[in-house]
């Protein structure tokens, strides 16, 4: 497949699903980032995080069908597209010194990114000024996870799964607690354990804090990367679906903590999320995430998935019936990453760098295709 064809393919894939029989797969739950998907590999080598539609949602969003062969890692995608399963890891069948599974503690997302919640819970739940998209507690509440992940377990998973060899980076990613440093603190303590036993990349992400210093502190714990996600280049629509963010956050804030982070992180490993999907602006979103690439600050733009028990859980995004649109929408999305030098692959870590809930390695990639 030649770069257009790959990045058609992972938006279709992002953008509509798959359709799968009933009782097919258990897919996450619940927890920060999208869920309701598995992983598979695409023929680029790269991961997707397929989000499983079955009934009226397949029909809905256009899901394509799914079906096995006579190899159970290996699927097609309506009838020719060939996807491989990636393996459960070895690790999650683990247990640490006190007693609880490392699938409990930290999850392989993609094929080669260890990802945990370092805090499962979100002040924005308390008041009912949560992002609407948000399922934060709910891994929690159903017995997948615990509140919070300590220092020595982290530690302890990293060295099990950097030994299986199924890890290249780490992320850690938090709810937001009621503190000034808005859990920039407690994230330093688990980079600070993590680096006591491996040298692997790690990419955390947290609310711009109150003090700047909170954001030092973590680089100097030895994170490579950091994350802070405005969600939307629209404020119209950052007001509607992210009230509590919008509210404690503003624009100047997050601008403020990114170029800061930029003194200590370097180009393109300072990031942020900015949603596809929600009935943004296109032009304006557009020329947010051109400004963003301008100053270094790498925009990790995915597309929304609407998640179960979430407020948006029956909202119908504004790219399903477009896929025309949305590869117009991701090819300048391409172009302003590759006119910037922002490859996301070169980066150090980050949500990007699995890769799986986003397609902008591909846009990346077809834009450079075209020289």
């Known amino acids: 497949m030649n ?34 998907a598995k992983y598979f590999i695409i023929p680029n080598g790269r991961p997707v995080g397929v989000p499983l539609r079955r009934g009226e949602q397949a029909q809905l969003f256009g899901a394509a069908p799914l079906e096995p062969t006579d190899n159970p890692d290996l699927w097609l995608y309506e009838q020719s597209i060939p996807l491989r399963v990636i393996p459960r890891p ?17 999850l392989l997302h993609g094929s080669e990114t ?5 805090y499962q819970a979100c002040r924005y739940w308390s008041n ?86 909170f954001i030092e502190e973590v680089a100097a714990a030895g994170a490579n990367a950091v994350g802070m996600h405005i969600e939307s280049g629209d404020e119209r629509i950052r007001q509607r679906m992210c009230p509590g963010k919008y509210r404690y956050g503003s624009l100047e804030m997050y ?69 025309d649109t949305s590869m117009a929408f991701y090819k300048r999305v391409g172009e302003i990453l590759f006119d910037n030098r922002l490859n996301p692959d070169e980066t150090a870590a980050g949500c990007h760098k699995c890769g799986g809930c986003t397609p902008i390695q591909e846009a990346y990639d077809w834009a450079a295709s075209r020289g």
């Open 255 to 323: 601008r403020r903590a990114w170029d800061f982070a930029l003194d200590f992180f370097g180009r393109g490993n300072v990031s942020t999320f900015v949603l596809y999907g929600l009935g943004e602006d296109i032009d304006r979103t557009l020329s947010f995430v051109a400004d963003l690439a301008e100053t270094g600050v790498l925009p990790v733009v995915t597309p929304l998935r609407p998640a179960p028990k979430s407020l948006l859980a029956d909202f119908v995004p504004s790219y399903v019936g477009s896929i």
């Open 3 to 36: 770069a257009e064809e790959l990045l058609r393919l992972k938006i279709r894939l992002l953008t509509e699903g798959v359709m799968v029989d009933e009782g097919e797969w258990a897919a996450r739950r619940g927890g920060a980032g999208p869920v309701g």
């Open 90 to 106: 070895r690790f999650y069948d683990l247990t640490t010194k006190d007693g609880v599974p490392y699938r409990k503690i930290a």
């Open 128 to 213: 009912g000024l949560q992002c609407r998209f948000c399922t934060i507690p709910f891994s929690l509440y159903s017995g997948d996870t615990v509140l919070e992940k300590h220092p020595e377990q982290l530690a302890e998973v990293v060295q099990a799964a950097e030994a299986e060899g199924v890890i290249k980076n780490i992320l850690i990613t938090t709810g937001t607690p009621d503190s000034p440093d808005a859990g920039a603190k407690r994230l330093a303590g688990l980079v600070r354990a993590i680096r006591d036993v491996s040298r692997l990349p790690i990419g955390v992400q947290f609310e711009p804090p109150t003090e700047l210093r």
């Open 114 to 118: 260890l990802a945990t919640t370092a």
